[in-house]
């Protein structure tokens, strides 16, 4: 197995815990459906989330079905065998829970360090089956260590590609508006550049699109492209990649502050898939440095505190999303009401990609935000 695994084989269970930055609570009594009586959704994504937002919810006999369910459409279910053991780890199914590690095990999951702090495996602590497994995990995972070396991350000064676009009628004598737009997982700034098209007909404002600073993996469906922070990386890389994002997207409002003449009452954070996920991560603790942000198809990450001043957000999402389900937009539309921020929700036709039904949606809304924060 090659040495790339070691991060790639941890990411999604790496991301079950931290997404939501705690532990799962506690198991409580659960009345769970006959699998065959189940509704299950049409994609493996949507099976993947909802048995990840059960066992979130301490709700794990009926997070089970939809990790079976998800586990039987995917030809790498290692993150699912993985999910079932906890799910039956925690119902002290403890024989089961370990088959189920075995099975991870051997699909890819070789992330020793994490496994063997997983809080939803500490019950079978002392369980010599499990034992055994942790010892061959361990066994496995110095031999890859030593192989391919240990992954380090160096926080060190670096160059980030923004692609800036100007209105036509640019004057350096005015101020204008700033949107700062984050492209979606396996995307690139100069391709997210070309949106500025098709949102800015109502209203003038700078568009500058920041480029990922990783490169996704040579295996992915999008090889080439760019992502936003790294998924199950040792040495802490995770926590350090997001807080090196937020410092990244403010030096860049810095820099375009700088060398245009930018009207601080009006700068958005925009983003599309991963890149609204970022966007609202960055502003659930950066707000005062934005007027508001645009997120599509995306999710909230992270904790999000109490917003005193006048921030806007729109959330634009399908009810027909294959890859996340709406009810992902409806929990980050309570979380920032809940915070104090003015939302709006805008259900997309076609949530594939970012068509007609999106444009419209972000133009109007900019259109919107600028003229009552310019006083026009």
């Given amino acids: 197995m090659p040495a790339l695994v070691i991060l790639l084989a941890g990411c999604a269970s790496n991301a079950r815990h931290r997404l939501e930055g705690s532990a799962p609570v506690?198991?409580?009594?659960?009345?769970?459906?006959?699998?065959?009586?189940?509704?299950?959704?049409a994609t493996i994504e949507e099976n993947r989330w909802q048995g990840e937002r059960l066992l979130l919810a301490a709700r794990y006999a009926e997070a089970l079905p939809f990790f079976e369910r998800a586990a039987a459409m995917t030809v790498d279910p290692h993150d699912e065998y993985y999910n079932m053991a906890c799910c039956h780890a925690r119902l002290g199914r403890n024989q089961l829970a370990v088959d189920f590690l075995w099975k991870a095990y051997e699909?890819?999951?070789?992330?020793?360090?994490?496994?063997?702090?997983?809080?939803?495996?500490?019950?079978l602590k002392g369980f010599a089956p499990f034992e055994e497994f942790m010892a061959e995990l361990l066994r496995h995972y110095q031999a890859l260590e030593r192989s391919g070396g240990?992954?380090?991350?160096?926080?060190?000064?670096?160059?980030?590609?923004?692609?800036v676009r100007l209105p036509d009628s640019f004057d350096k004598s005015r101020k204008y508006p700033l949107v700062i737009?984050?492209?979606e997982y396996g995307g690139n700034a100069g391709a997210f550049a070309a949106l500025y098209d098709s949102i800015s007909y109502k209203s003038e404002f700078i568009f500058a699109a920041?480029?990922?600073p990783y490169a996704v993996p040579e295996s992915d469906e999008n090889p080439g492209g760019r992502w936003w922070w790294l998924h199950g990386a040792p040495d802490d890389g995770w926590n350090r990649s997001r807080a090196a994002l937020v410092q990244a997207v403010l030096k860049v409002r810095e820099r375009l502050c700088s060398d245009y003449a930018v009207d601080e009452r009006n700068v958005y954070l925009l983003g599309y898939r991963?890149?609204?996920t970022a966007a609202m991560?960055?502003?659930s603790g950066q707000w005062r440095h934005f007027a508001g942000l645009v997120a599509i198809g995306s999710h909230h990450l992270g904790e999000l505190g109490p917003i005193e001043?006048?921030?806007d957000v729109l959330l634009c999402h399908g009810r027909k999303d294959e890859k996340l389900p709406f009810s992902a937009c409806e929990e980050a539309q309570g979380l920032w009401r809940g915070a104090g921020a003015e939302v709006t929700v805008e259900e997309l036709i076609d949530p594939s990609r970012i068509g007609a039904d999106t444009t419209s949606a972000v133009t109007s809304w900019l259109h919107t935000q600028i003229q009552e924060r310019s006083g026009e």
Wanted: aromatic share 8%; net charge negative; charged share 15%.
């Fill in 281 to 283: 991560m960055i502003c």
């Fill in 274 to 276: 991963q890149g609204g």
């Fill in 309 to 311: 001043g006048d921030f």
């Fill in 181 to 183: 737009a984050l492209h």
């Fill in 26 to 41: 506690a198991e409580k009594p659960v009345q769970a459906g006959k699998p065959d009586q189940l509704q299950f959704p």
């Fill in 210 to 212: 920041l480029n990922g």
């Fill in 150 to 163: 240990a992954a380090i991350f160096v926080e060190a000064s670096a160059l980030h590609e923004v692609r």
């Fill in 107 to 123: 699909a890819g999951v070789n992330q020793y360090p994490f496994v063997a702090n997983d809080a939803d495996l500490a019950s």
